[in-house]
């Protein structure tokens, strides 16, 4: 186990109480790289209006401080990780970093690229429930309160949802993860006012756009989006279920149906980056075994999961075997990537998640094989210290005066796939 020294401890307490302090530089940080135009400084303006409204409303925006001084140690994450039995030594530094480096403001952390708010609470409630953790618990309640905070505030100001959509659907990822643990009616509602504002938005443009981008310019592409719309859904059909669930099964069959029809190629058996884009990506084709794993979790229709299958099959020629990554090419050329040797963490975890639903739908122990090695990948290339950092560029982890060297939120991302590993076994149905 990984053992810190007290002057790291004191160091990180330090840090951390600097880090609250800061809370208005990390809002402002927000802002940063946004051109101000007179449109941009409109809406600059009605967000802060909405904003201010709901700060001043009791019990809408208002953060509540969940953790105490004592889970600011890290005594207490050495039981943590003996709870975890892939990649334990990794989990326990990983996690140290996130909460103890990272600051938490207002139930967010900062440097997540929205991915903390789905993951944080998912794996910090799951893996504190199971260990009755008071730490851990306390840490994902604040980014839960956190969560229900943001989709409020999109409630109340549409400007605001819109702008801030990406981290509107991981909030909403994060409370579906989290419902089955306390079944709250409110969390519910909250859940149900994101998805019935992106799914008829996603259906007026005909359920696979092609046009499609992210909405900060990050090359992540129509079938990959569009996936995760169906695997939002199917997890919601699949953890809250309740008089929606069915609804919300049939949309996401709907989708996958869409992508199938505007961006699967037959002849390869792999899903395109777009109709325009026909280089073989790892993105959207990870994307799509899990929305098509989910769905035959949903519906045990044999067609999705032998699709599922399929389409990992056909994903090879982007594995490196000599390191056990899969080369993830789809931000390369936008990092200065000089050769094909190239993958993102995001991507890699995502393509775990992928193999241990192929796993768990079929019983074939390859797939939880090839999981691990992709996660051992991770853990040896990728990390640096208590962090593991986004790519590995041209033989090389990215460094840290590189452009996107650190995601807290991919670092939440891959605690929650060393927990989710830990329970990892076949369905009964699994064919």
């Excluded at 099964?249 to 029809?261: K, M, Q, T």
């Excluded at 090389?396 to 990892?424: D, I, K």
Aim: aromatic letters at 10%.
């Amino acid at each position: 186990m990984l053992s810190v020294a007290a002057r790291e401890r004191e160091r990180r307490t330090r840090k951390r109480a600097s880090a609250h302090s800061s809370a208005a530089d990390v809002h402002s940080a927000t802002w940063k790289g946004h051109e101000h135009d007179r449109t941009q400084v409109v809406a600059t303006v009605l967000l802060t209006i909405c904003a201010a409204f709901l700060i001043g409303c009791p019990g809408m925006f208002v953060f509540q401080e969940h953790v105490d001084s004592a889970c600011l140690q890290t005594d207490w994450m050495t039981e943590a990780a003996a709870a975890i039995e892939v990649e334990a030594d990794t989990f326990e530094a990983v996690l140290a970093t996130v909460l103890l480096d990272v600051p938490l403001v207002d139930g967010n952390w900062a440097e997540d690229y929205g991915d903390a708010r789905f993951y944080g609470p998912a794996v910090l409630l799951g893996l504190g429930r199971e260990l009755d953790n008071r730490c851990l618990l306390a840490f994902g309640q604040a980014g839960s309160e956190g969560n229900r905070n943001l989709i409020r505030m999109g409630q109340w100001c549409p400007l605001s949802f819109w702008q801030q959509l990406p981290e509107q659907v991981m909030a909403a990822y994060g409370l579906i993860e989290t419902y089955p643990y306390e079944r709250r009616a409110d969390d519910l509602e909250l859940i149900d006012a994101v998805l019935d504002r992106v799914n008829p938005a996603l259906e007026s443009l005909g359920l696979y756009p092609n046009e499609l981008t992210h909405p900060e310019g990050t090359p992540y592409g129509p079938t990959t989006l569009t996936a995760a719309a169906a695997v939002l859904n199917l997890r919601y059909a699949l953890q809250v279920g309740g008089p929606r669930g069915a609804e919300r099964a049939e949309y996401a069959l709907r989708v996958i149906d869409a992508v199938n029809e505007g961006a699967y190629d037959a002849e390869r058996g792999i899903y395109r980056f777009s109709v325009a884009v026909d280089q073989l990506r790892l993105y959207p084709n990870a994307m799509m075994i899990v929305a098509n794993c989910l769905a035959y979790e949903a519906t045990e229709d044999a067609r999705y999961l032998e699709r599922a299958r399929a389409t990992f099959e056909n994903i090879q020629p982007l594995k490196d075997p000599r390191q056990g990554n899969y080369r993830s090419p789809y931000s390369a050329a936008s990092a200065g990537a000089r050769t094909e040797d190239y993958s993102t963490l995001s991507s890699q975890l995502y393509l775990v998640t992928a193999l241990c639903l192929l796993y768990e739908s079929t019983g074939q122990a390859h797939y939880e094989r090839e999981a691990r090695s992709v996660l051992r990948f991770v853990c040896t290339h990728l990390r640096d210290d208590g962090r593991l950092v986004y790519r590995w560029i041209d033989g090389r982890p990215v460094g840290p005066s590189e452009s996107v060297y650190y995601c807290s939120g991919c670092n939440f991302q891959a605690l929650y796939v060393m927990w989710y590993m830990t329970h990892l076994q076949p369905v009964p149905n699994s064919r």
